[in-house]
């Protein structure tokens, strides 16, 4: 078991301070830990433990996560592309961080994605081929008997499931499949094996069809847990001519301080919003809260990406067959064991409108353009068996709609992460900026049509969907519809698929090394030094990069 900390001890000294006690924190003070038992380190968390919380190991209860006290729920600042919506923006705020509260998908983007992280940091660790090592580490296939021995690990702390081996037979599965196939998404036998283009079936983290959390998969033995505790700052010193960090300032104004180094894993929002509590940051916008600088490091908070998805309800022919959940035929004991879906299609786009769109934003934009070349995973489309709305359209769980989503995932606008007060328990100033470039709406577009084509053109949809389901003042989206009334209809129904990264990232404000650049002894591990955007969910990218920052910090 676990150690919980006396903050009242006068011996507050420890090889390594961790803050943040997510799925990259976790994985650190459980690794650092197993390679040395001699090593001390202290692991600070400003959320509880959940282990006994009764809403965490059910798939099917993840919505009614959101806003409890598991989850810091912010909100971002309002969208000016979005006609002023404010968006929800989730963040894991429990021992286990974002796995506490998070969908629990299993996939790692294209290889092209890593490939051009590499090349944009001038590290080939970082590569395809430089991680596939940790997500092997990190994972415990389903499949031993099957699956690529190349591409997965079959021991590794997270185990996995696919909607086939935890035996989800959904009605939908191959009428949908069928129906992708019609417009060309053929079905890709192995979504997570460096191509995730096509039709994959959907892989989660579930052990007997549970969440994973974090903290239960990587034991924290001998670690000293400090839970519910915020923390303030890195405490820095000038020695020698070089800043230093020496320990934390907690928010009730404790020290404890580090022999080795202090890590920052509190996620893209709180650790960029720790780092500039620190000092560290850009000297006017640390000066307008109060902050002195100490290390001037304009890039913090900077490059903010994340997913955008725009979701649409349709409604089904024959709801008594029990194809969504909240039907009365709906009713295999199974179905409690993962999301209800089944496929996740991945697709590209075309070069040349996807281009021009590029060039709006971009100049000069030439056919290598990183987005361009190699064939990229731009869009992602999937369907889910199950809807349900509160107000505008209003819609019951009753199993009458399922919901599909448009998703772009890898999108050009970026924004930023900074500081609202020097207070650490007040939130960040989030502005994602979200469909800021037109190659993100084109792109939306295309999914949205994709879509609109799979349900609503297809021989298979026309058998499932009697129609699209739509806010007051709309009309059911259809392929004639133009751009701007995709857009309007985005600009109504869009969220974030809540997977940020990039505010503190490799190459700007950390080395790939994860060093913070200006500061001895202070690094930072988890998504916040992901430069690029990954074509899929991140959970298992994090875990990772977390594995291989163990390796190079023992190096």
């Known amino acids: 078991m676990s150690f919980l900390a006396d903050p009242t001890s006068a011996a507050n000294t420890y090889d390594f301070i961790i803050v943040g006690a997510g799925i ?74 974002g796995s506490v509260i998070n969908y629990g998908l299993w996939t790692r983007g294209d290889a092209a994605d890593y490939d051009s992280w590499a090349r944009l940091v001038g590290d080939p660790r970082w590569s395809y081929e430089g991680l596939l090592p940790y997500f092997r580490k990190s994972e415990h ?46 079905e890709n036998t192995d979504g997570n094996a460096g ?3 096509g039709l994959s079936e959907v892989v989660e983290s579930r052990i007997n069809g549970s969440r994973v959390v974090a903290s239960d998969s990587y034991p924290l033995h001998g670690v000293q847990l400090m839970p519910d505790t915020l923390v303030k700052r890195v405490l820095i010193e000038g020695k020698y001519g070089k800043m230093v960090a020496t320990g934390v300032e907690l928010a009730d104004g404790k020290l404890y301080h580090a022999k080795r180094e202090v890590i920052l894993s509190a996620g ?16 006017r916008e640390l000066q307008s809260c109060g902050v002195t600088q100490i290390v001037n490091a ?34 295999d004991p199974k179905y409690q064991y993962g999301n209800p879906i089944d496929w996740t299609a991945v697709q590209t786009v075309p070069h040349a409108p996807f281009k021009t769109a590029l060039s709006i934003n971009e100049r000069p934009v030439s056919d290598f353009h990183p987005l361009l070349l190699p064939q990229r995973s731009h869009i992602s489309t999937y369907i889910q068996y199950v809807a349900a709305n509160e107000t ?51 792109r939306v577009r295309m999914g949205v049509r994709t879509l609109v084509h799979v349900l609503r053109e297809t021989s298979e949809g026309k058998a499932l969907i009697a129609g699209e389901t739509v806010p007051d003042g709309y009309k059911p989206l259809t392929a004639y519809s133009t751009d701007e009334e995709i857009d309007a ?67």
């Open 24 to 97: 990259a924190g976790t994985v650190l003070a459980s690794r650092l830990r197993q390679r040395n038992f001699s090593l001390s380190i202290l692991l600070v968390e400003a959320g509880a433990d959940s282990t006994n919380h009764p809403l965490v190991p059910s798939p099917l209860t993840v919505q009614l996560l959101k806003g409890t006290e598991l989850d810091w729920n912010y909100a971002t600042t309002p969208q000016r592309h979005l006609d002023g919506q404010s968006l929800y923006a989730p963040a894991g705020k429990a021992l286990g961080g």
């Open 141 to 186: 296939h389903y499949d031993s008997s099957s699956a690529n021995e190349q591409h997965h690990g079959f021991s590794g702390p997270v185990h996995t499931a696919s909607v086939s081996s935890s035996k989800r037979t959904y009605t939908l599965r191959e009428p949908l499949k069928a129906a992708y196939a019609t417009i060309g998404i053929n």
């Open 195 to 197: 191509s995730n283009l």
């Open 268 to 283: 893209a929002f709180r650790t960029p919003q720790l780092l500039m509590l620190s000092g560290i940051g850009a000297g």
């Open 298 to 331: 304009p890039e913090v908070g900077k490059n903010l990406h994340d997913h955008l998805g725009v979701k649409q309800w349709w409604r089904l022919q024959n709801p008594e067959a029990g194809h969504s959940l909240g039907s009365p035929g709906w009713n």
């Open 392 to 442: 505008n359209p209003t819609i019951p769980l009753d199993g009458s709609h399922i919901t599909s989503l448009a998703t772009v995932l890898l999108p050009t606008s970026r924004g930023t992460v900074t500081l609202g007060s020097a207070n650490p328990a007040d939130a960040p100033v989030i502005d994602p900026n979200y469909y800021a470039s037109e190659a993100d709406r084109y």
């Open 489 to 555: 209809r985005v600009k109504h129904s869009v969220q974030s698929k809540y997977h940020p990264a990039g505010t503190a990232s490799m190459g700007k404000v950390v080395d790939t090394n994860f060093r913070v650049l200006g500061v001895e002894s202070l690094r930072v591990v988890d998504a916040s030094v992901i430069p690029v955007p990954i074509s899929s969910p991140i959970q298992a990218t994090v875990y990772a990069l977390a594995e291989q920052a163990v390796d190079i910090i023992c190096s």
